[in-house]
């Protein structure tokens, strides 16, 4: 146990040191090492002769400070010196906690919250599209997990300990489907997803939603979002205005939405993509993009583009697109932690991104960045792992040119894990046939886990990789991470989701071949084999709702829930088709008729599968599932 003797820090400190004692073992008292704090433009620390001192500009460099120092007393040294230089301002993470329909509890939030805070990121955002009570809008978020403003303010006081802020992330244009699908905002709506824009109630209900987003928060600022208006101006508008170019729409809606936003005294930030697609023909990313003169008019000068990007791997974009968005005054980078796309973590993807990013953000003088962690149709992923790609944007902040081995180590101090543990989840979906790394990424562990075993709509792209033993190995590897330590329901629930993948990948492709030889002892054995997934699937099941229910609030899982349901009653469903055919009572299995086409038009693994309802089953289930 460490012992810690606070008596000469500033009082501001006190309450983020005491929240941090219980999560990093130490204790406060009148014994053990002395701590004070001194001003500083640089991080420094400095241990010896049993007193310990961190200097600091900010509260965040000062927790970053007690991080370093905490990991130097955990090594037993009695001697030691640190200095650090921020890179940022501004560098933190986005969660998404509206569109996988997983909203983290606020105990969740506090845990996230310390791990941060030992690291020195000083942001957080929850993305809600509807996951936030409005007073005067009952309907919005209805029947979805939602916080309270108390719950929000909650988590605000504990952020502002550790000098962490916490801005609202919204969105006032379109990416609201769940809310815009009730019969009462149909007055508002320019298509399922979209506001109209000119409508007077229109900003009658964006004032609600802001009003609202910012109360529970110290911070003036807030994300206003206004991204991926796929459809702006090609529904209701245009019926009752014509067609009218989308930069004009925009700005229309801009103008409106940033009056509001000025009389309630916030300092605005929002996506940047609209703009530039209307340059480019809709593609954001277009490298030889010219922007016409007069374009910077079209953003006002107090609202600040983030300019998001988890894609290019080549340093040089990052630099030219940085300064095109300059143009329109200085943005704010966002950069992506790859968990998105199902049960894995895309590691490769999340580096080879990152690095090239934040190095040209660095270079050329970019003082906010932040990364999105997207929940992109169903959260399978649990949020804990996103720690290890929180810890590189983290280490690219404190040091001009980022120390690999340091960011190792740092990282098992600070979430007090194994390195090699979290970064085997990249194995979850970098199997055989997926070149090392994952660039491409693809994800094939989530849409093997749901493809229907029968119609096996992926089994085209899979055949003949050896899938069955790169999940059983991985199983052993994730068992062993889930045998001590604070993350062992975590890795539990993932050996079981390997578990289950090395039994389900290639058992289609075994029944099909079966079949068509006219093997029917081959066919039989099957049955024991779909008998044996079945249980295996649902200790999945119990395994991935308690580590939901321990993450997260309820409303939510009942999706996860329907999959797993599905995933079970077509596994009964399949025996007994298969059973009703080997007595005689089905003249054949019409399913495995079917030829195996590639499911994408394209050879090699899917990548970017991530609609449920597309994955298991060519028919008609609901729109978009």
């Known amino acids: 146990m460490i012992h810690l003797n606070p008596c000469s820090l500033p009082e501001e400190l006190l309450p983020g040191l005491q929240a941090l004692a219980p999560v990093y073992g130490f204790q406060l008292g009148s014994e053990g090492v002395l701590l004070s704090a001194v001003p500083g433009d640089k991080i420094r620390v400095d241990l010896s002769e049993g007193k310990a001192t961190v200097a600091f500009r900010r509260r965040i460099h000062f927790f970053r400070g ?76 209805y029947m979805r997990a939602r916080y309270t403003e108390a719950e929000l303010r909650e988590c605000d006081d504990f952020a502002d300990a550790l000098g962490i802020e916490m801005v609202p992330c919204i969105q006032t244009l379109s990416h609201l489907t769940d809310a815009l699908k009730w019969q009462a905002f149909n007055d508002i709506k320019e298509d399922p997803d979209t506001l109209f824009v000119g409508g007077e109630k229109t900003y009658e209900f964006i004032e609600h939603l802001i009003r609202a987003a910012s109360a529970p928060f110290r911070s003036r600022r807030i994300h206003i979002g206004m991204d991926e208006a796929w459809r702006l101006g090609r529904g209701r508008y245009l019926t009752e205005h014509g067609l009218v170019p989308s930069e004009k729409i925009m700005q229309e809606h801009l103008k409106r939405v940033m009056e509001i936003v000025r009389r309630l ?85 999340t580096f080879a991104a990152t690095h090239p990013a934040l190095r040209a953000c660095k270079t050329l003088g970019v003082k906010e960045v932040f990364a999105t962690i997207w929940g992109d149709n169903g959260t399978e992923s649990d949020i804990l792992a996103n720690l290890l790609g929180l810890m590189l944007f983290a280490e690219h902040g404190y040091a001009k040119e980022f120390d690999e081995e340091k960011f190792r180590r740092r990282f098992e101090f600070c979430c007090d894990a194994c390195y090699d543990d979290f970064y085997a989840l990249r194995l979850l979906d970098e199997t055989p ?80 071949d079966a079949y068509r030889r ?57 025996a007994e088709e298969i059973g009703d055919y080997l007595a005689g009572r089905l003249p054949r299995l019409e399913e495995l008729e079917e030829e195996r086409r590639s499911f994408n038009g394209k050879e090699g693994l899917v990548r970017h599968a991530n609609w449920y309802g597309r994955m298991v089953s060519a028919s008609r289930i609901a729109p978009e599932a």
């Open 433 to 512: 046939g997926c070149a090392k790394g994952n660039l491409e990424q693809v994800n094939p562990a989530k849409y093997l886990m749901w493809q229907d075993l029968l119609a096996g709509l992926f089994d085209y792209h899979i055949a003949g990789l050896p899938l069955e033993k790169h999940y059983g190995n991985l199983a052993k590897v994730l068992n062993r991470a889930a045998k001590a330590g604070p993350y062992q329901d975590m890795f539990a629930f993932y050996a079981q989701t390997a578990k289950v993948l090395s039994m389900k990948s290639e058992l289609g492709l075994r029944i099909t």
């Open 66 to 141: 007690l991080g370093l120092l905490l990991e130097a007393l955990s090594r037993g040294e009695t001697a030691f010196s640190a200095c650090e230089t921020p890179q940022f301002d501004t560098n933190g993470a986005m969660f998404d906690v509206s569109q996988g329909n997983a909203v983290p509890r606020v105990e969740t939030v506090k845990k996230l919250l310390c791990r941060m805070a030992v690291v020195g990121l000083n942001l957080l955002m929850l993305y809600c599209e509807d996951s936030y009570t409005v007073p005067e809008e009952p309907y919005f978020g």
């Open 518 to 574: 006219g093997d029917r002892t081959a066919l039989e054995r099957q049955l024991a084999a779909i008998e044996a997934l079945q249980g295996e699937a649902e200790e999945l099941r119990r395994r991935h709702k308690a580590v939901w229910f321990a993450r997260y609030k309820a409303l939510g899982w009942e999706v996860m829930d329907m999959r797993y349901g599905s995933l079970l009653i077509r596994l009964r469903s399949a």
């Open 265 to 349: 005294e916030l300092v605005p930030m929002m996506w940047s993509d609209m703009f530039f697609r209307a340059f480019a023909d809709g593609d954001y990313y277009k490298a030889d993009i010219e922007i016409p003169e007069g374009a910077e008019k079209l953003v006002p000068p107090d609202v600040s583009l983030v300019y998001w990007d988890y894609y290019h791997l080549d340093e040089e974009f990052y630099h030219n697109f940085i300064q095109k968005h300059r143009l329109f005054g200085e943005p704010i980078f966002a950069g992506g932690i790859w968990t998105w796309f199902g049960y894995g973590a895309n590691w490769g993807m």
